[in-house]
């Protein structure tokens, strides 16, 4: 059975989870049948045969971000040979640099940013801040990237991010550009250092444009993703065998890629 990786999942504590989830839900304006709680990521993922997860959640203020790293820390522990985490950073905290060495003493592995729900564009210096400490502590970081309702992480802000720090294994979420996935695959594909995952994309593209994006990237750059708990895994699973992959390419995307970034 083919191994396979998610490499996109927010998770929450019990006791916000459903605030969580409605949040995201009213931010996108989707239905979504998933709850945020570990027990439940673990559960959809059995479905596919998912043998491993990138877990994180992100700080919308600056006093969340311990709290957040500690729980994705501990998930990680109670779950050591299942979950990878990525801790969360915020660019108004007063100490970003003691943020990341604490979120790295804790175990975790990157770091995950959504400039969209933190509310700073990634090529203003409030972000370049947050990638210098990234930067010098060598670990990847996974951006939420491209919406057409903003403009924080689209196209025209992330390449500067991306040229600013060449040296950065970054991995743009959602082919690099939510809602503007062409867009962003024009201007973006061929840069060194960026990957990307298929995450809250293939609802929206065919199989055609999908593996025309894939290819654009290249195949050894690109992760799966089902952004729990947005999509189901079996549902995104069977938008992504739709895709005219060959079994080589599907094994890089569904784990090799992913291995070699977390270190797996």
């Known amino acids: 059975m083919q191994k396979i990786i998610n490499a996109h999942c927010h998770i929450y504590p019990s006791k916000i989870?459903?605030?969580?989830?409605?949040?995201?839900?009213?931010?996108?304006?989707?239905?979504m049948s998933l709850n945020g709680?570990?027990?439940d990521l673990i559960r959809d993922g059995e479905k596919v045969g998912v043998v491993h997860?990138?877990?994180?959640?992100?700080?919308?203020?600056?006093?969340?971000?311990?709290s957040i790293n500690e729980f994705i820390a501990?998930?990680?522990?109670s779950h050591p040979n299942l979950f990878t985490g990525f801790g969360t950073l915020h660019p108004d905290s007063d100490d970003i640099k003691g943020d990341f060495e604490y979120l790295i003493s804790l175990g975790l592995k990157g770091v995950?940013?959504?400039?969209?729900?933190?509310?700073?564009?990634?090529?203003?210096?409030r972000a370049f801040r947050l990638g210098e400490v990234i930067n010098d502590g060598n670990v990847p970081v996974l951006i939420h990237c491209g919406d057409y309702r903003y403009n924080y992480s689209n196209p025209p802000q992330l390449k500067p991010f991306l040229d600013k720090f060449p040296e950065m294994t970054v991995i743009g979420a959602?082919?690099?550009?939510w809602s503007v996935w062409e867009e962003a695959t024009e201007k973006l594909a061929g840069t060194p250092n960026l990957y990307v995952d298929l995450s809250s994309s293939l609802y929206d593209l065919s199989p055609s444009t999908a593996e025309k994006l894939i290819r654009a990237y290249g195949v050894d750059k690109v992760l799966w993703g089902t952004d729990y708990p947005m999509w189901e895994a079996d549902k995104e699973f069977e938008l992504f065998n739709k895709i005219n992959l060959s079994d080589d390419e599907r094994a890089a995307i569904l784990y090799d890629n992913a291995s070699k970034i977390l270190g797996i």
């Open 112 to 125: 995950k940013l959504h400039p969209d729900f933190q509310r700073f564009a990634l090529n203003d210096e």
């Open 17 to 31: 989870a459903s605030k969580a989830v409605k949040g995201i839900r009213d931010f996108y304006d989707l239905d």
């Open 174 to 177: 959602h082919f690099a550009g």
């Open 37 to 39: 709680r570990t027990d």
């Open 74 to 77: 501990s998930e990680v522990n």
């Open 53 to 66: 997860y990138l877990v994180h959640s992100v700080a919308t203020t600056p006093k969340q971000v311990k």
